[in-house]
């Protein structure tokens, strides 16, 4: 890979990483509010919708111009929300801005890569952004925890540049004026990705035309019998995803007496086990072998509603010690009840990341054979993010009814594992069509 290639990759790590900062940022501005408990979900409902309503559009917007321009736009898009928050505008619409940045990214930033790359790299370069995706969930997730934490508030909201009034009053504008500063980053680095020298179709002004090119696409793949299947099991993964990260917090709350900034923290124990399970379908599953991890999209949701069994276990000290850290007193102590969670929440991610990187390999694949590698892109996106839509809402609307986060889990575990029982079961159904179901042995061996 040559330095335009890693300048990409730089492009969308700092641009994902703040994205998942602001959340945890944005969270704790609604707990500040002393906003319904039911608004921190839709903080994705607001993310996402763009993602649904542009789905039409965004592809055509980032065929009509070089893919560097675009991300730039929309990392600037990206900063106006943050912008927004700043200066007091409800979390909710600024937050939804920010999505809309989003939305116009992502085509882009895969798109790149088909520009950029030989095709012999493409499997290895989707690898890297998926790779630093997880990456920036984690430490993005791990970073807003860190910067509203109360004793790190407090040590950024005392700290004073020599000679220099910045007034700044609070620990949210400077949480959010760092959080602006890595958006900035990203944009800077999207100045020096290189022209593909790529002709560019001229966006059609006719939004009709867009949309039933759109809708044609997506009965497409929902038709096609292997894409179909694996374009239920990402949908369902990517939405039961965000839910789960929602679930996180109020169960930590609930079940182990975190605040958010330590809750925040567990957040990105799942993103290491989803980075964990990845890692290990990329070794050991073929895309002929795909959809025989299906089975671990069950196991998966049972395991989410063994999280109501952790209150019940004995709060054991298995590590205690103090030391001296930059001479600051730092205490470590690791009982058997977090230590069982963190155990269980890892397994919980390294099974959905286990599960979800075949289906979407198996995914990407059907979709580039049956229409190509941006309309299905966009396809995927507008079923992956209609289901991140549907879901948090659904768990807000619980929230509001004030149903206990144990019964909340219950649920969603159920769901989870009913739903991919009855993909497993469709599959099942189209493989004994043999005169119509395309045959895994012809899709390549990896």
């Not at 002004?205 to 019998?225: G, Q, T």
């Not at 004995?314 to 058997?336: C, H, M, R, W, Y």
Request: some cysteine; aromatic content about 10%.
């Amino acid at each position: 890979m040559n330095l335009g290639f890693y300048i990409i990759m730089a492009a969308q790590f700092f641009s994902a990483l703040a994205d998942n900062a602001l959340l945890i940022v944005a969270i704790a501005l609604l707990r500040d509010m002393q906003a319904p408990d039911s608004y921190a979900p839709l903080l994705k409902t607001f993310f996402t919708v763009s993602y649904v309503v542009l789905a039409a559009f965004v592809g055509a917007f980032a065929d009509s111009m070089p893919k560097w321009r675009v991300m730039l736009i929309s990392n600037t898009i990206k900063i106006g929300g943050c912008l927004l928050m700043f200066f007091d505008v409800h979390p909710l619409i600024a937050y939804a801005v920010v999505g809309l940045g989003a939305a116009a990214y992502s085509p882009a930033k895969y798109g790149i890569l088909t520009e950029y790359l030989p095709h012999r790299l493409l499997v290895v370069a989707n690898g890297w952004i998926e790779g630093l995706t997880v990456g920036a969930i984690i430490l993005g997730t791990v970073l807003g925890g860190f910067l509203i934490h109360p004793g790190v508030a407090a040590a950024l909201l005392n700290f004073d540049l020599p000679l220099i009034e910045t007034g700044l009053n609070s620990s949210a504008e400077i949480n959010l004026l760092i959080i602006g500063c890595l958006y900035v980053v990203a944009a800077t680095f999207n100045f020096y990705i290189p022209d593909t020298g790529v002709d560019h179709v001229p966006l059609k002004k006719n939004p009709a035309y867009l949309i039933h090119e759109f809708s044609h696409c997506v009965k497409l793949l929902w038709r096609d019998k292997l894409g179909q299947i694996s374009l239920a099991v990402t949908t369902l993964f990517w939405g039961a995803g965000a839910t789960l990260q929602f679930i996180v917090i109020e169960w930590a709350a609930a079940a182990l007496d975190m605040d958010l900034a330590n809750a925040s923290m567990l957040q990105g124990v799942v993103a290491i086990g989803v980075a964990v399970g990845a890692i290990l379908a990329a070794r050991m599953i073929s895309m002929r072998k795909s959809v025989r991890v299906i089975p671990l999209g069950i196991y998966m949701g049972i395991g989410v509603t063994i999280m109501t069994l952790v209150p019940f276990i004995p709060e054991i000290t298995l590590i205690s010690a103090q030391f001296q850290l930059f001479g600051k007193e730092v205490n470590i102590l690791l009982d058997l009840q977090l230590g069982v969670s963190f155990v269980l929440l890892i397994i919980i991610g390294a099974l959905s990341g286990f599960f979800v990187v075949p289906m979407n390999a198996l995914l990407q694949h059907r979709g580039h054979v049956l229409m190509g590698a941006g309309h299905s892109i966009a396809v995927q996106n507008f079923n992956e993010n209609l289901s991140i839509l549907v879901m948090t809402t659904v768990y807000a609307m619980l929230i509001k009814a004030q149903l206990h986060i144990f019964w909340i889990i219950i649920l969603f575990g159920v769901f989870v594992a009913g739903i991919m029982v009855l993909i497993k079961r469709r599959h099942e159904a189209n493989q004994r069509e043999h005169d119509d179901v395309i045959h895994l042995d012809d899709l390549p061996g990896h």
